[in-house]
């Protein structure tokens, strides 16, 4: 298996290997001052939603972009979500768009690194059925970036989980479907787990959490690890070296290495659907910014996973507390394996399906929107169609 982030470390690395020169606090206001194209890291908060809204232009549905407030961290708590001299509130950026008034409600969360702008092409679709909410995790793209103090798995879940709840609040949201992408799933499905009287339906899209390092392991993922370079990449993961180091390391030249990568990845080996040009122009530009901008919430990686992306606390374990009814999502060229899926089912003692959608890797959203809108419709029908029962399995996609 590879993770996200060792996938990306693997082949930066061998562009690159440069130290982190992280965007510090104490300059920022004067960084502000400096032309762009001056800067080592040319980005800011102001231009991760400035290529927010370029990306999002090219859509038809209308939106509303906001940053919540969220407060100064979970009423009661004793970890803040910041701990430093600042006493300022903390805000979740999130995009609303327009639909009808009896429509339903879908919350949707990102994985791990990335930001509620790669669902840029499923918003049209999914906003002519629900009422579409897109956020970005605390700590992720246009959301505000605390210094990440969390030091433990429980802290780090907390950290995710309470931002959201605080979210819900200051949005007033009762009742919502709640879908969330790779790392997005894992913490979709852990606030289910707390509060699951606010979800009616969970739709874990490519989830991560199904593994453990107890549990079986690619023959050679087992060889790597005992090579010097599995070595050296399991001492950088627990040291929590994160792709987006590699990024801010190049500087200037950040950009050109996140545009191979999208070219790469949603072009020349795309599973599905490629890019067109302006797409992969504005999706490159974006994904820079919500990179190269101050590390915070990517930090996480070494408390929720192992080296290998092997869960610390897998979700199998609770799943037979689940209380939601809930759809897993995976693409047939999906890295994330959907075993592990069918084995919570087992233990599950709530409604569970898994589809899986044809020519649709781990991002199976972009490689192929049509049929991923279908998987979303199907899986939501109860909410949807008048006789949901009959309701037939859209053409293509299979159950396992």
């Known amino acids: 298996m590879k993770a996200i982030g060792f996938y990306w470390s693997a082949r930066m690395a061998q562009e690159i290997r440069k130290n982190d020169v992280g965007l510090s606090s104490s300059r920022s206001s004067s960084r502000r001052l400096w032309p762009s194209v001056l800067r080592w890291i040319p980005t800011s908060t102001d231009h991760i939603i400035a290529s927010e809204k370029r990306l999002l232009s090219i859509l038809k549905t209308p939106y509303v972009q906001e940053h919540v407030n969220i407060g ?6 004793k970890v803040r979500w910041f701990r430093s001299s ?5 805000f979740i950026n999130t995009v609303t768009f327009d639909s009808k008034d009896d429509s339903p409600t879908l919350v949707m969360v990102h994985g791990y690194g990335a930001s509620q702008g790669l669902f840029f092409r499923n918003f049209d679709a999914l906003a002519s059925r629900f009422r579409v909410i897109a956020v ?6 246009g959301s505000s970036r605390p210094d990440f103090t969390c030091r433990s798995t429980e802290e780090t879940e907390a950290w995710f989980i309470d931002s959201f709840e605080e979210w819900r609040k200051a949005q007033n949201l009762n009742k919502f479907i709640l879908l969330g992408h790779s790392f997005g799933g894992y913490v979709a499905a852990k606030y289910a787990l707390k509060h699951p009287e606010h979800v009616q339906h969970l739709i874990l899209v490519g989830s991560a959490g199904f593994s453990s390092e107890s549990g079986a392991q690619p023959e050679w993922f087992t060889k790597f690890r005992t090579t010097w370079k599995g070595s050296v990449m399991n001492h950088l993961w627990e ?7 590699l990024i801010r390391g190049l500087g200037p030249w950040g950009p050109d290495i996140v545009g191979k990568y999208t070219s790469s990845r949603f072009g020349t080996h795309s599973t599905g659907e490629v890019l067109t040009e302006e797409e992969s122009k504005l999706l490159t530009d974006y994904f820079y910014h919500t990179l190269a901008a101050k590390a915070s919430g990517e930090l996480c990686l070494k408390y929720i996973f192992t080296f290998g992306a092997f869960t610390r606390s897998p ?3 609770s799943a037979s507390e689940w209380k939601v009814p809930t759809t897993f999502i995976y693409g047939f060229q999906d890295w994330m394996n959907y075993e592990g899926a069918q084995e919570a089912r087992k233990q599950m003692k709530v409604p569970c399906e898994i589809i899986r959608v044809p020519k649709g890797g781990h ?3 972009i490689d192929n929107p ?7 419709f199907y899986a939501c029908r109860k909410f949807l169609a008048p006789h949901p029962d009959n309701e037939p399995l ?3 996609l299979t159950l396992a």
């Open 86 to 90: 600042s006493d300022k509130p903390r």
């Open 72 to 77: 100064t961290g979970p009423p009661g708590s």
């Open 239 to 245: 040291s929590n070296f994160t792709p987006q180091k």
């Open 370 to 376: 049509t049929a991923f809108h279908s998987s979303v």
């Open 136 to 141: 970005d995790q605390l700590g992720w793209g």
């Open 394 to 396: 859209p053409e293509g």
């Open 315 to 317: 979700l199998n374990r």
């Open 363 to 365: 991002f199976v959203f």
